[in-house]
């Protein structure tokens, strides 16, 4: 079966270090998105991604970078890891048929910056 | 610009009761909008959708949200709620660029 899968789905570092969280997908979709969750503001986009080298800036990119060199997989990077930055983090991905708009998502990663 | 307001952070119903969950968008476009379920420690689940057609839309889990252009609104409802009900629940709203806007959430708690 088709799935989205996210690793690793716990990590703790530390402030100022480089942190890449993994999305892989195998529902061969065009659209890739990131996602973080806090408490009372919900679920907010990061970044995504309408195909392969394409990439864009969601609400709330600063400090996070993502790149696309194949269907699969859209990584998450944290150039240098903030306290702030603690959060839940889900990839999602979706299909580009009109009328569809459905995003699929993954299990979550839980990020501590200490 | 989009937005979407999820009207309670947390609902309790007891279980058997009605169970209704609010949600008014903001849109300059025609919406598409959707509920999504989280249950503890995983991620989001399609519950139901609404993108044209029939503004009466069912879900899993004998879920249903109707549509009302005119209130804005896409109120989520189920008439007996059961214990495996309780979850958090999401309210989004998509342009038609794919990308979604998701309210607060709202807890459910069933009460037995």
């Known amino acids: 079966d088709a799935e989205i899968t996210q690793s690793p789905r716990h990590k703790i570092t530390e402030t100022g270090r480089q942190v890449t969280l993994a999305c892989h997908q195998t529902?061969?979709?065009?659209?890739m998105f990131w996602y973080r969750q806090d408490l009372g503001h919900g679920l907010r986009l990061i970044h995504y991604?309408?195909?392969?080298?394409?990439?864009n800036k969601g609400e709330v990119s600063d400090g996070y970078s993502v790149s696309r060199s194949n269907t699969e997989d859209l990584p998450l990077t944290l150039e240098s890891a903030a306290s702030s930055q603690t959060s839940v983090y889900f990839c999602?991905?979706?299909?580009?048929?009109?009328?569809?708009?459905?995003?699929?998502f993954g299990p979550g990663t839980r990020l501590t910056v200490t | 610009a989009q937005s979407v307001t999820q009207l309670g952070s947390h609902v309790s119903v007891s279980e058997g009761a009605l169970v209704l969950l609010r949600c008014n968008y903001s849109s300059s476009v025609p919406p598409y909008l959707f509920w999504y379920v989280q249950y503890p420690n995983q991620g989001l689940q399609l519950l139901l959708k609404?993108?044209?057609?029939?503004?009466l839309v069912k879900g899993i889990n004998g879920f249903e949200a109707e549509f009302k252009k005119s209130e804005t609104s896409f109120h989520l409802t189920k008439p007996s709620a059961h214990m495996s009900d309780a979850a958090e629940y999401f309210c989004a709203v998509s342009d038609q660029n794919e990308k979604l806007t998701f309210g607060t959430g709202t807890r459910l708690t069933i009460i037995p």
């Open positions: 999602a991905s979706s299909e580009s048929i009109r009328g569809t708009y459905e995003q699929y």
């Open positions: 609404y993108t044209t057609g029939a503004t």
């Open positions: 991604s309408y195909g392969v080298h394409d990439t």
């Open positions: 529902w061969n979709h065009n659209n």
